[in-house]
């Protein structure tokens, strides 16, 4: 299990106040962080941000996951933290990314919302791998436009 | 007011696993301990000398630091690497006044089991995984805390219980238990201020020792984020674990008087927190400690009562509404706790069903009643009431038939009055017992219908003989509310060809209503008031 590559979705309440730029400041100091920090403990992963609330996909062993997981929880930026999936993977899917980011132009940003509409009849595994696509989809998209 | 010269103990002879100094603001050592001396890696420390002679083999020490740290009276601790060994030792100290520190150095060993992970990379932005202190510091602080009136200087306790944490052992795992307990105390030491000590206690409990703050603000605001960040989910073993917690506080100088009892009456602030919703904070008064002591009072006389013959049933009658004679009596439960006080059913039986002394004592009771019954004319039943903790482990109908087997009550004179509370939990095994119990003969009553979580599904789901009206309703018979609900209960009653039957009628003018209305029976203070089993014969 030791090296065992595990993904984690989870989705949070953001508690940043402010005007945009504030807003953008501290994304940018989030992203900047975990960046560094997920270089070191060898994690890739997005980060998707909305006015209101966090998804985040994790990629990485155990016991990297748990660590960063528990150093994410402790932030007071976020709050009522919703775990969407934990389980092994087969192949890390943000292989490139220490830490990419979706922000809240774009499609991204109403398809995210859809997600938090939608009647939670299954919440865990349907939010979980949608959230996963639709970072996925976005990302690839943006790169190959070179946005 | 000058502050009284504190007169420090010699340390020196003490021995312990860690070294303890008593030094002043400018570094003077007052005490030392022999292993201080060792952890340090120096000549013997000698009081009078000061602290810097003998950490200056050390290249980490920034003097310059150490001297603005002893005098600021914060609490803070330092982590040190000794050349000689390449050990680290934590230094922390506590301001013990005005002018003189504690200091308490440990060696942080390389095997450590709890929460001294230390982060090889410096890659978290400078946050290593946070430590916990240890116990025996916890109390050394304590013992040392001078108290000073004149500064006013604030020392408070938060204690933090894991809730359902057993639960977690028991279906995850013992393993599963331990990384829980490791994850947790990360996350307090995380969010807890740099100069608060936290240290893990005995299970599942964690403390959180804070100094100088203003009180009672700063352990409120605490236990709020603590609370909240515990019960959000943890990463375990491939799995997502939950717990909750509950909090207990006590603060110097505010319901606690002196800084040794902290702890014990954070304790009792804690069981407190408890009593109420997962996620309750509590800070100790000094009421809670009369009240802890109440209750273990009463849990130990509640533990012999059954032994000491202290219970006694009482019967109520309750009379039929057309020809007003008694054709049952309610049997009920009554302690007098030493032969001394009546001890109310409402506050012993929840403990009894806390403690698990439900099963005795509603063994007692069935076994009693049965008994006395057996004695009355043939046509007079007796009503039990049945605690739905009785219904859990399977054994209550053993324990009907045997109780009617040795009293040769027939089992159409027993009833058995249960609550609605009854068929929330576990449905489908509790109705399994009831119908086995009514094809016995006996006959089930709902009781206090329209209290609890009334749903006319419950009704439905079981022949109910007999729905009880509760009293509330027959005491506020003069509002056109209550009237409404009676009225309705009554039409249910004959609806589904229940009986009904009224509780706690004391008027003429509740009987009359009730009679006009339909109803079958009625007990209550105007019958008869509950009377001893010797007295029941003569109102026969």
């Known amino acids: 299990m030791k090296n065992d590559l595990y993904q984690l979705i989870y989705l949070s309440h953001s508690e940043i ?54 150093r994410i929880q402790c932030d007071p930026r976020h709050s009522n933290v919703a775990i969407l999936d934990f389980d092994l993977t087969p192949a890390r899917r943000f292989s490139e990314w220490f830490m990419a980011y979706v922000g809240e132009n774009s499609d991204t940003r109403q398809a995210f919302e859809q997600i938090q509409k939608t009647p939670a009849f299954d919440p865990h595994q349907l939010m979980g791998e949608r959230i996963y696509d639709l970072l996925h989809t976005h990302l690839h998209a943006a790169e190959n436009y070179n946005l | 007011m000058h502050n009284a010269i504190p007169q420090f103990q010699d340390i020196s002879q003490l ?14 050592i007052l005490s030392a301990n022999t292993a201080f001396t060792r952890l340090l890696h120096t000549q013997p420390v000698q009081p009078g000398h000061s602290i810097f002679e003998y950490v200056q083999h050390i290249r980490s020490v920034d003097v310059m630091h150490w001297q603005h740290t002893l005098t600021c009276p914060q609490a803070g601790t330092l982590e ?31 095997d450590h089991t709890l929460l001294i992970q ?27 805390w001078e108290t000073d009136q004149s ?121 407190e927190a408890k009593k109420q919703a997962p996620g309750s904070h509590c800070i100790f008064e000094p009421g809670l400690e009369q009240r802890a002591l109440e209750q273990h009072n009463l ?81 007079i039943r007796v009503a039990i009431n049945v605690s739905p903790l009785q219904f859990e482990d399977g054994s209550l109908i053993h324990h009907i038939q045997r109780a ?11 009833e058995l009055e249960i609550t609605e509370g009854l068929l929330i939990r576990n449905i489908e095994k509790t109705l399994e017992q009831l119908w086995h119990i009514q094809n016995m003969g006996v006959t089930i009553a709902m009781d206090d219908f329209g209290t609890g979580f009334s749903s006319l599904n419950y009704l439905n789901s079981f022949p109910f003989s007999k729905i009880k009206i509760d009293q509330s309703f027959i005491r506020s018979l003069q509002t056109e509310k209550s009237r409404a609900l009676v009225q309705a209960i009554l039409s249910l009653g004959q609806a589904l060809n229940m009986d009904t039957l009224a509780e706690g009628v004391e008027t003429e003018e509740q009987l009359d209503y009730l009679a006009h209305n339909g109803c079958n029976a009625v007990q209550g203070y105007l019958i008869s008031k509950p009377v001893p089993v010797e007295k029941i014969l003569e109102l026969f």
């Open chain 2, 80 to 110: 040190i690497a000794i050349p000689e060994d390449k050990s680290m030792i934590r230094l922390q100290w506590t301001a013990l006044n005005q002018d003189h520190r504690l200091i308490i150095a440990e060696s942080l060993p390389s």
């Open chain 2, 151 to 271: 500064e006013n200087r604030s020392l408070a306790v938060i204690l933090i219980g894991l809730s359902q944490f057993k639960k977690i052992n028991e279906t995850l795992g013992y393993d599963t238990g331990d990384q829980v307990l490791k994850l947790a105390g990360q996350r307090i030491a995380r969010v807890s201020r740099t100069d608060d000590f936290v240290t893990a206690l005995d299970g599942d409990k964690f403390i959180v020792l804070q100094t100088n703050q203003t009180q009672p603000a700063s352990v409120v605001t605490l236990a709020k984020r603590l609370l909240e960040l515990l019960q959000r989910p943890f990463l375990i073993n491939g799995r997502q674990v939950n717990t909750n917690a509950c909090v207990g506080m006590a603060i110097l100088h505010q319901g606690t008087d002196e800084a040794k009892n902290l702890i014990q009456h954070a304790e009792w602030a804690l069981a």
């Open chain 1, 17 to 70: 106040c402010g005007n945009d730029s504030t807003i953008r400041e501290e994304i940018e100091q989030i992203l900047a962080i975990s960046r560094q920090n997920n270089r070191a403990a060898n994690i890739t992963g997005a980060l998707m941000f909305n006015r209101n609330c966090f998804a985040q996909v994790l990629e990485g062993t155990h016991h990297q996951i748990q660590q960063t997981f528990e």
């Open chain 2, 15 to 28: 021995h312990t696993g860690f070294g303890i100094a008593y030094i002043d603001t400018s570094g003077k």
């Open chain 2, 404 to 414: 009617l087997h040795m009293s040769g009550l027939d089992p159409q004179r027993l």
């Open chain 2, 299 to 379: 849990e130990v006389g509640l533990r012999r009562a059954l032994l000491l013959q202290e219970f006694q049933l009482f019967y109520q009658p309750q009379i039929d509404m057309h020809n007003r004679k008694i054709v049952g009596c309610e049997a009920l439960l009554r302690w007098q706790k030493s032969g001394k006080d009546w001890i109310s059913p409402a506050q012993f039986i929840p403990l009894a069903e806390s403690m698990g002394e439900i099963h005795t004592i509603g063994k007692w009771v069935l076994q009693t009643a049965c008994h006395d019954a057996a004695r009355w004319p043939a046509n």
């Open chain 2, 118 to 144: 230390r982060n090889a990379d410096k890659t978290e932005n400078h946050e290593s995984q946070p430590t916990l202190g240890h116990r025996q510091q916890l109390h050394q602080i304590l013992a040392d």
